[in-house]
């Protein structure tokens, strides 16, 4: 009865603590706000957004041999988008990337209130092979988001590609939002998700051994009392 209640109540709620006393989130409202402010101020040694602009129609009209953004033989806004969509990937991919990992060691703190029972490791199995967990969600994020900055590249491509210096007039038909590949995703295998839970497998291993060798201790006391 005391195995049951740690295992059922406190395990779980003892885990969530432990987690969020060792690794601490930062809130929605923080978190957008850090990745505006490193948009528009920079990264390190960036600049912000004015001094990068300098930075890209410098490097653009030396590129092209001309010296007014007119004269440019593609559209300015095209590479412009290109030019800020880059840096707003790179932003984004920093401060996703480091919550992700606070998300996992989070997971990891909370295996370790597995010592009341087994139902933290079978829970993170149960949701692994379900295709609910942490792991199967950023996989689905990075195919999304890899397909959205495709589709937008290829769309500022192709209104630098039309369009000349600092003209915007240019339009594509049906034809072209039409060959845009549709999104694909296909979920990762059975034997990934089990591999991105293995410290779970590892414990619940334990705990199977640990209730074998109490049932053989307890057998082998019933077969002397007999």
């Known amino acids: 009865l005391v195995l049951w209640g740690l295992n059922g109540f406190v395990a779980p709620r003892l885990g969530g603590a432990i987690a969020d006393a060792a690794v601490s989130l930062p809130s929605s409202a923080q978190f957008h706000a850090a990745i505006h402010h490193d948009i528009q101020h920079g990264m390190g040694e960036d600049g912000d957004t004015n001094t990068r602009y300098e930075?890209?129609?410098?490097?653009?009209?030396?590129?092209?041999?001309?010296?007014?953004?007119?004269?440019?033989?593609?559209?300015?806004?095209?590479?412009?988008?290109?030019?800020?969509?880059?840096?707003?990937?790179?932003?984004?991919?920093?401060?996703?990337?480091?919550?992700?990992?606070?998300?996992?060691?989070?997971?990891?703190?909370?295996?370790?209130?597995?010592?009341?029972?087994?139902?933290?490791?079978?829970?993170?199995?149960?949701?692994?092979?379900?295709?609910t967990d942490l792991q199967h969600h950023q996989h689905f994020s990075d195919a999304a988001e890899q397909y959205r900055r495709s589709f937008i590249d290829a769309t500022s491509e192709e209104i630098a590609r039309r369009n000349t210096g600092n003209d915007n007039s240019a339009t594509v038909g049906d034809d072209y939002w039409r060959a845009v590949p549709p999104f694909d995703y296909r979920a990762p295998s059975v034997a990934w998700a089990l591999a991105a839970h293995w410290k779970a497998l590892l414990v619940l291993a334990l705990w199977l051994v640990a209730a074998l060798s109490f049932a053989l201790s307890g057998f082998k006391r019933l077969t002397r009392e007999i």
């Open 55 to 131: 930075r890209f129609l410098a490097s653009t009209l030396s590129k092209y041999g001309v010296t007014r953004p007119e004269d440019l033989p593609v559209g300015l806004r095209g590479l412009h988008l290109i030019a800020n969509d880059a840096y707003s990937s790179r932003v984004h991919d920093q401060h996703f990337g480091d919550l992700a990992q606070r998300f996992t060691k989070q997971a990891d703190w909370q295996l370790s209130a597995a010592v009341l029972g087994p139902l933290l490791p079978v829970r993170a199995l149960s949701q692994a092979l379900a295709g």
